[in-house]
């Protein structure tokens, strides 16, 4: 497959360096701890990986919490949610080590760090079950101590950064907390303010708000100020390394949208030793989006516990953002966002699923929103395991290629839920329901394939927790499972 730089390519690039080479899909560390790829393919929990309806009684005091925190539809639904917590969630949870002040979460799979995505998923539903409210504090804590000792050590433009992920120092080489200053020298999909309203409005901790949103009001003063480079409002990706697949890492790791993504200095600064090829020259929908998805979290935490002067600031910029993304991004004939090139903000033309997710954030127009659903419906988005992560018509399609085409649940999810917030209820209960059968069918997996929903990568990776947020919101009858 041609592409206009050697950067980019489906597997792990030749001439990465090692921190790239660890982190490229967050797969081959695996296999630089020992670790068999093999195990991630382990048969789905009827044949062993989970519990049955003969099983004794709850062993630990999370297992007894979900028993009783849901009421499924069906005995499957309840044996899913448990297994959703005790292999994503449960297994995720690590005790307090240098420099991790508290408790911390890592994905799974072997990787060992607390990454910004996942995090955001698996608090969501930790928040559900009772006497959790301190550990949860913690592991946000973790992110904003980062932040803080980022900030005294970086000049001022990099200041208020929380890195893609944050690891302890018992890492492997090259991967762990004494890299913290050089690597990861790139953030991650800015979800963490999402994540934090999530777990508010789980169990109403006004004491995690108000520690948190400092803390993601520089964050996200950063990514205005680091990532929407011409002031209009949209964010492109970018790393103080000045590594393109670095810069990559900020989004969804292989996307299409980057293909020709190359790195410049900041057209809003002096060039200098201060102002590298840091930064990405196409703004793409997926991470404005989820920066105006927290920013609307902002201020719903803000209003909840008083700080409207916080509300008043972060509203003009979900207005611009709004405003930007139907103007510039907007395309009627795909009928979803697109990314652009910076600085004429000329469309790119592939539609991948980072066009579809501003649903989920309320992007769109009534009438766009109309428009996105129609092309969900049809043969570019509709494959037999939805969502595919890049249009089924595009020459870039394939359908297990990694988000070149393959089934993430949290793109999915995200994609579904939109919908539904938009009143296309009966498109989305088909979407979930064809979601969850496949995975109540073949376990809980990091990504899937788009045409068989064969599993592909990390078995039970923390943030496909997801896809029992999907059940929760009822979107399917079939697998309707609520909080108690």
Known sequence: MKRDTPDVQPDVPSSASAETNMLYGRRSILVSLGIATAALYLPSWAAGSSKNESDPAPQTEMERAVRSAFVPRNPEMLRFAENV????????????????RHAWLTPGGGYRGQWIWDTTFITDLLAILPGQVELIRGIYDNFWDFQ???????????????????????????????????F????????????????????????L????????????????????????????VGSYDGKIQDARFETYDNEVDLDTLQLTPHPGRAKGPENGPWYGNIYIPANTSYLLLSEMSLIKMAKAIGDHALAARRRPFVR???????????????GCFLAVRRPDLRKLSTATVGGMVPLYARIPTKAQATR???????????????????????????????????????????????????????LAANFSGRLLDDALKVGISEHYNSQTGAPLGVRNLGMSSVLLTLALEGLNPRHAIRVA
């Open 184 to 207: 990861p020298a790139y953030s991650q999909a800015p979800l963490l303010g999402w994540g934090v309203e999530r777990v508010y409005r789980r169990n109403r901790d006004q004491e």
């Open 372 to 426: 996105m659903a129609e092309m969900l419906a049809g043969p570019h988005w509709n494959t037999p395991l939805p969502v595919p992560t890049v249009d089924a018509r595009s020459d870039q399609y394939r359908s297990g290629g990694f988000w070149r085409g393959d089934v993430w649940p949290a793109t999915s999810y995200q994609v579904i839920a939109g919908l539904a917030k938009y009143g296309h209820r009966d």
């Open 320 to 334: 611009k953002g709004i405003n930007a993304m139907r103007r510039y991004m907007w395309d009627e004939s795909q």
């Open 209 to 236: 708000v108000r520690t948190a949103l400092p803390h993601l009001e520089a964050f996200h003063d950063w990514y205005w100020r680091e990532r929407d480079l011409d002031n209009v409002g949209l964010v492109t």
């Open 85 to 100: 917590y005790r292999f994503c969630i449960e297994d995720r949870i690590v005790s307090a080590e240098p420099p991790f």
């Open 148 to 182: 803080d000792r980022w900030s005294h050590a970086k000049p001022e433009y990099a200041r208020g950064m929380i890195a893609n992920f944050i690891a302890p120092d018992s890492g492997p080489p090259g991967f762990n907390g004494k890299r913290w200053l050089t």
